[in-house]
């Protein structure tokens, strides 16, 4: 009877079971994500002793790193600076900024892509351009970080510094527009030189004369420590390499199996190569046209010369810990690691050092002559800015090449790792359709190498690291930690519309991911619209990249036409716009009735704008258009998404 009685009405039925799982998930779920979504902080909790806050909208760390060098002046002038990232504060609490007495926000906006903010700036531009809050009474100030070879130069600091005004903050100093095509570094110190003493002048204030080559972060050796505690390389969470967790994404980057690397071209003295990612279990989606980022590691026998040069120990176990308590960023880089590791993983060495660098390592230079040229190098008198544009940009020297060549200069190592800037992901335009290719994601690219003006090889440290990713012959496949960064880049929604597609050299990746889903598209049965390619390359029998692939195309009407300019074959150069100009009645019915798509893939500096010039002309030539109404024309279709560009520069 009992146990009939138990079964009747057992301690917890199936509902209270379901009841308690739900409770118990959804106080799981808002324990995990709890942080993600408040807040780290918001203004009222905003330390009080600071009074200028440096935001930084920063996608490749320099936006940042100029953010810290404000932050460290604000010292100078007896201020109290840290240097925030927008994403961790509730920006929507700007206003109260003037609560804090003489404060002052400054702005350093990198603008991305198409004139877009960065990643981390885009919650805080949604909220500028939908907010009608008040912000009288809050100082700012807007250093806009741009290039002028894009169509939108420092869209994003202009905006910001517009918008601010505009809601009625006070701009304590104009807009500073930095220009990453000629010296953006340059541009930033001439900016840097009158913010200043307009900022003194605004609040009252005078330099102490307090050198702003103190110290943010001291040294921790951990002598006895268990090494399962020391960052090995991950970006985020502690072993995140050996437990692999989804999702996959900047701060826990997805370790992909490389089963392929191909060499592309047939002859030349570079090396093209094909790589493929493994992406299977992953969880991963993309898109043809979405960019793949990658975290590289630096050339291991490079950093190794670094530890034998400063007479380090490179496998010490340390931390870099923020002197500053109250400071957001406790550490430059995961920490604990070694001085290896952050070497490999963490700190850029592979490019030229910046002037604060070089002013805050001067110090370290026993021979006065040595350190007197540091410090002129980082100064900005014209024999200064002569000789580092000289000694350090043209002769392109790291910091290893600098070590090498001033023999006095005898750093600490935890010092020069404060000042390195952060080793950045690098992107690749996607070369594959997920349509075609869900489990694997494709990169063309060529590897970087070449002699310096000091007799030194230069090697790009992303390309030669994927370079040697080769399957073993065992069947070892090495692993890229890698995640997937969505673009505007894609195919017409309407399969039925014609694309036009200018990619020439490694400007070809995300046309082979189109062309596979317009092939994909085909054999759906969809009605797939003309697909024409312009391909460039330096010989036929070189560099034509994708040959054997691009010519199957063809033959099956996937590609429904194939035009490559060899630019060298002949004694004439042929560029892709040389081809478009031949073909002009033919694509300007394609764009003027067709309601064609174009896309442009490949270098920046020149031939973007080359090909822009020639659909210009043939607007005007064809079309009958003025030169300004050709311009006009190409802008809106830019607007609506019918002229999109994928370039770098
Ligand atoms: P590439 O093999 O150097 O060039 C491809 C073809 O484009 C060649 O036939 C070349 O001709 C031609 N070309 C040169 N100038 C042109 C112009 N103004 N208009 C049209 N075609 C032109 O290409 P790549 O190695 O793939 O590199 C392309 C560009 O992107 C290079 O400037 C490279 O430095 C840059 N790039 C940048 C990155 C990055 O991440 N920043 C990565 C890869 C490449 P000739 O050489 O015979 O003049």
Partial sequence: RRQLHEKKRPLLGSLDIFIFSLIAGLLIYWFLFRKKTEPVLDFKTFPANRNVVVFYGSQTGTAEEFANRLAKDAH????????????????????RLKEIPNSMAVF?????????????????????????????????????????????????????????AELGGKRVFDLGLGDDDSNLEEDFISWKEQFWPAVCEFFGVEATGEDSSIRQFELVVHNDINMNQVYTGEMGRLKSFQTQKPPFDSKN????????????????????????????DSKIRYDAGDHVAVYPINDAVVVSRIGERLGVDLDTAISLKNLDEECNKKHPFPCPTTYRTALSHYLD??????KNVLYDLAQYASDPQEQENMRKMASASPEGKALYQSWVLDSERNILAILEDLPSLNPPIDHLCELLPRLQARYY?????SKVHPNSIHICAVVIEYTTET????????????????????????????YVRRSQFR???????????????????????????????????????????YFGCRHKNEDFLYQQELEEFERVGVLTQLNIAFSRDQERKIYVQHLLKKNKEQLWKLIHSNNAHIYVCGDARNMARDVHTAFYEIAEEVGGLTHTQAVDYFKKLMTKGRYSQDVWS
């Fill in 108 to 164: 350093c906006m990198a603008t991305y892509g198409e004139g877009d903010p960065t990643d981390n700036a885009q919650e805080f531009y949604d909220w500028m351009q939908g907010t009608d809050d008040d912000l009288e009474g809050v100082n700012f100030a807007v250093f806009g970080l741009g290039n002028k070879t894009y169509e939108h130069f420092n869209a994003t600091g202009k905006y910001t510094d517009k918008r601010l």
């Fill in 455 to 482: 007799g030194r090889v230069y090697k790009g440290v992303a390309t030669n690291w994927l370079k040697n990713k080769e399957v073993t012959e065992n069947g070892h496949k090495h692993t890229v930690p890698m």
């Fill in 349 to 354: 060495i592979n490019n030229k050092p910046r």
């Fill in 253 to 280: 980057p997805f370790l992909a199996p490389v089963s392929v690397n191909r060499k592309l071209n047939k002859g030349g003295n570079r090396h093209l190569m094909h790589i493929e990612l493994d992406i299977m």
């Fill in 491 to 533: 195919l017409p929604f309407k399969p039925s519309n014609p694309v036009i597609m200018i990619g020439p050299g490694t400007g070809i990746a995300p046309f082979m991911g189109f062309i596979q889903e317009r092939a994909w598209q085909k054999e759906q049965g969809k009605d797939v619209g003309e697909t024409i390619l």
């Fill in 429 to 433: 335009s996607i070369a594959s359709s």
């Fill in 76 to 95: 100078r002038y007896g201020m109290k600076g840290m240097a925030a990232d927008p994403e961790e504060y509730d920006m929507s609490e700007l206003s």
